[in-house]
């Protein structure tokens, strides 16, 4: 037998043993998670093309090089955000694990509905953030092309 046979035979006698409702909320709220995730680097790709866009346009007019830097600045930012979600996502995978084996069902209960309105609140925050960050982006343009008029 080999190795993958004997690690999916453990899995399948491990899964048996929980309840299939629970199994059900397992991948509900592991969906939830990737489905949070995705949309995170839906938005940050958005903010990349976006900054993409705008970088080309500032290219033609100004050479680019000031911009170029912002631009990179930004993915810097974006990536430390990537990192830092991607080690929150590890945390709590390690944290629910730990939950798992200590029996924890009710407290573990608790957590999930806490953690769907902190991922509630997050994304309206990223939202926010997001908007706020496309006024201060026209804002700026706006300030660029009044100072190149004077």
């Known amino acids: 037998m080999s190795s993958k046979n004997v690690?999916?035979?453990?899995?399948?006698?491990?899964?048996?043993?929980?309840?299939?409702?629970?199994?059900?909320?397992?991948?509900i709220s592991a969906w939830d998670e990737?489905?949070?995730?995705?949309?995170?680097?839906?938005?940050?790709r958005q903010k990349v093309s976006a900054l993409e866009m705008e970088l080309s346009e500032k290219e033609g007019e100004q050479g680019g090089t000031l911009n170029e830097i912002e631009l990179q600045e930004a993915l810097r930012v974006s990536e430390s955000r990537v990192s830092q979600l991607q080690r929150s996502l590890e945390n709590e995978r390690s944290r629910r694990k730990a939950l798992e084996e200590s029996g924890g069902e009710a407290r573990l209960a608790e957590l999930r509905d806490e953690n769907t309105r902190l991922m509630r609140?997050?994304?309206e925050l990223m939202v926010l953030v997001l908007e706020m960050e496309g006024r201060i982006d026209k804002l700026m343009s706006v300030l660029n092309n009044a100072g190149k008029e004077s």
């Open 7 to 27: 690690g999916s035979g453990g899995l399948t006698s491990r899964l048996s043993e929980i309840s299939q409702e629970r199994l059900v909320e397992e991948v």
């Open 34 to 44: 990737v489905n949070s995730h995705e949309r995170i680097v839906a938005s940050l």
């Open 121 to 123: 609140s997050e994304e």
